[in-house]
């Protein structure tokens, strides 16, 4: 039983009656949720970042001219810029290895980013070109005009030149005094890495640089050592990378080969990750305490608090808020038994809280779980995760669950759960809640029109406006809270505080939105657990998974500026990391679509330029399969409906045959 103390005292974690309540989550143990694997996190990239330019009121001079390897017969040079007014004061010339200067065969304008955060972009595609080294010259329309800063990127399709580099991390949690290995990875058929040793593929010697930018604002560069374990053909390289503060480090490598077929190749690939304190450790000891209050003593099976002591001795040496994300699983380690055998897992948010002088994080466990089971009992797989990264700060293997020796014969000699309910898997307040309002409902006795329910309309990150053609929508609320940059749980929090002043409410949401509902309705217990209707969460394009953008706006704002800010939960690991914490039950509920670019033009996009980075299909700011929720409701993809105004296509959130849709079923 891993030899570890446990305590035992009577205590019962209250409910703050400031904030909505915490919902105390549980499962069977084929739902217990891992922490996210780095490799769905990698970012794999077949774009040339070229970086920065200084437009200055001058014609420019060769001096000025930024030089790309181009290996496949169509490419997407792309120019970024602050204000709407300089793009339209820049001209791009390119000219190809022979020396003429080439016309695009589509140019196209839209905003590059995600949601409001986005920069004024110009995508010029070239198609059928020639194979070398190409010069593009970004100058001013006319002398006089005023200065400006832009940032460029070039761009090869997969089905053209199918090299790429991979960038990834060995660990996705990341704190402060710790290190990951990060990983560049070069794949499709290369030959060599220029740099190497000889050209039958052998990289030993060749040479790569990892760029990172530091939360202090200094730039490093850290030498990539070559893997030569791995076949050349496919050639990877790692740096360490420690972490010596707290906040974003965004890193990037750039790898110039050679194919096979002798064409130059460049590329590079970007990874952001934020660190962390180490803000708590757990101390090995365990504090189980029944619920005496009323409405716990009135419940069939008996509930217990399970508070894991922590070492700081001091609650006000640990963060009041945001609170923890706290895991474990449950086993039975039955004597008479030849095999462990897992009964359940307990999660949920926890505020740190103080139990006779110690600070706790506590779950809660409806002994249901436990019947039919034989003692004693483990919580094994234990982590405790902070909300600003859902970094898991501190872990255990093993730790004792301490029951009475009565209570466990009891819970042995009792029937197993035949069926799993509401209140078992969130809370009994969850489940008493709606059972009063489809109650209530259903004899028509209620008190006031917000009894009736409202629906939500949830715009998403740094929106201007809500996405929404509102006039398809009826008995509805819109939530404002434009132009912010909210994480996820913040975002939820308000959603929740929107919300608090009607007994029930359904959602639907656009982008960023859809992730945070979703996140309240996963933690903590509020009007939307007692919607009635067929569906409580509808979300269009939200990136449950991330975006590559995220990552990419945070190394383009250290020279545009970052506008409404960066926001590392929409990257592919923070997005990951958040999500691996999402009980399959929540997601359940959840019901989503997506949209793409209209089909049969020279060249498919919603945005030229970010099509250019993102996969296919994508609406411009999102990409299709980083949308689908493993567990939700994928209610169809659909073509010509981009993710917001000024695409090529109109938005997903206009459709007003959808709209009324998602009116009809809603719940609320």
């Known amino acids: 039983m891993g030899g570890l103390r446990a305590l035992s005292v009577l205590f019962c974690v209250g409910v703050a009656l400031s904030k909505p309540a915490y919902k105390h989550l549980a499962g069977p143990p084929t739902e ?16 040339r970042l ?56 589509e140019e196209s304008e839209g905003p590059f980013g995600i949601g409001g955060r986005s920069y004024p972009s110009r995508g010029l595609f070239f198609s059928k070109v020639e194979h070398g080294q ?15 800063q832009v940032f460029t990127f070039v761009t090869f399709s997969d089905e053209d030149s199918p090299v790429t580099v991979s960038l990834a991390a060995s660990s996705l949690h990341t704190l402060v005094g710790e290190s990951v290995q990060l990983r560049a990875v070069v794949s499709g058929p290369t030959a060599r890495l220029l740099g190497a040793t000889n050209s039958t593929g052998a990289n030993g010697d060749a040479k790569l640089e990892l760029v990172v930018r530091h939360p202090s604002g200094k730039t490093t560069v850290e030498p990539m050592h070559p893997d030569t374990a791995i076949d050349a053909s496919n050639p990877a390289f790692e740096a360490q990378l420690s972490f010596a503060e707290t906040g974003h480090y965004k890193t990037e490598v750039v790898v110039q080969g050679q194919r096979l077929d002798g064409k130059v190749y460049e590329r590079s690939a970007w990874y952001w990750m ?15 305490t029944p619920c005496q209050d009323e409405l716990h003593r009135s419940l069939k099976a008996e509930q217990l608090t399970v ?30 038994s030849t095999k462990d055998v897992a009964v359940a897992w307990i999660g949920g948010l926890s505020d740190v809280s103080e139990v006779e002088g110690k600070s706790v994080v506590s779950l809660h466990l409806d002994t249901s779980w436990l019947q039919g089971h034989e003692g004693p009992f483990e919580l094994r797989n234990v982590r405790v995760e902070e909300l600003d990264s859902y970094s898991t700060v501190t872990s255990a293997a093993v730790l004792e669950l301490p029951l009475e020796p009565d209570t466990v014969l009891r819970l042995a000699a009792m029937k197993p759960v035949t069926a799993i309910t509401r209140q078992m898997r969130q809370g009994y307040h969850v489940g008493q809640k709606l059972e ?27 929106a201007p406006d809500t996405p929404f053609s509102v006039n398809d929508f009826t008995n509805y609320r819109v939530f404002e809270d434009y132009k912010k940059n909210r994480r996820t749980s913040e975002f939820a929090a308000l959603i929740a505080e929107f919300g608090a002043e009607h007994e029930s409410f359904g959602v639907v949401t656009h982008s960023q939105g859809g992730l945070s509902a979703l996140d309240m309705f996963a933690y903590l217990s509020t009007g939307l ?24 706006l945070a190394i383009i704002g250290d020279l545009l500026g970052i506008g409404c800010g960066d926001n590392s939960d929409l990257s592919y690991n923070g997005a990951e990391k958040w999500l691996a914490g999402i009980p399959m039950a929540a997601r359940s509920e959840v019901y989503y679509y997506t949209g793409q670019y209209s089909t049969g033009h020279l060249i498919n996009y919603c945005v030229l330029a970010s099509n250019a980075v993102l996969s296919w299909p994508n609406d411009g700011m999102v990409e299709q399969k980083r949308c689908n929720l493993d567990g939700g409701n ?35």
């Open 634 to 668: 994928d209610m169809g993809h659909s073509k010509g409906q981009c993710h917001s105004v000024n695409m090529r296509d109109p938005p997903i959130s206009t459709n007003s045959e959808r709209n009324a849709v998602l009116n009809s079923l809603a719940a609320r």
């Open 50 to 105: 070229l970086h920065s330019a200084n437009v200055i009121s001058q014609p420019r001079d060769a001096n000025d001219d930024k030089n790309f390897y181009v290996d496949s017969p169509d490419f997407t040079f792309v120019v970024l810029c602050a204000e709407e007014s300089s793009l339209k004061n820049i001209e791009v010339i390119v000219t190809s290895p022979s020396g003429k200067v080439v016309k695009p065969a």
């Open 529 to 552: 657990d007692n919607a009635v209707g067929e569906r409580r969460l509808q979300s269009l394009a939200s990136p449950y998974r991330g975006s590559p953008l995220s990552g990419l």
């Open 274 to 288: 934020t660190a962390v304190d180490k803000s708590a450790e757990l101390s090995g000891d365990v504090v189980v």
């Open 32 to 47: 217990f949720m891992p922490p996210a694997d780095p490799t769905t996190a990698v970012v794999t990239s077949h774009i």
């Open 307 to 336: 508070n894991l002591v922590l070492k700081s001795p001091q609650l006000s040496a640990i963060p009041a808020s945001p609170p923890y994300r706290v895991y474990a699983e449950i086993f039975s380690s039955s004597f008479s």
């Open 436 to 462: 009063r309002r489809q109650s209530a409902r259903q004899s028509g006795n209620t008190t006031n029109k917000a009894d009736d329910g409202v629906l939500l309309l949830v715009h998403g990150y740094c």
């Open 134 to 148: 190409w010069t593009v010259r970004v100058q001013p329309m006319s002398i006089g005009d005023a200065p400006t």
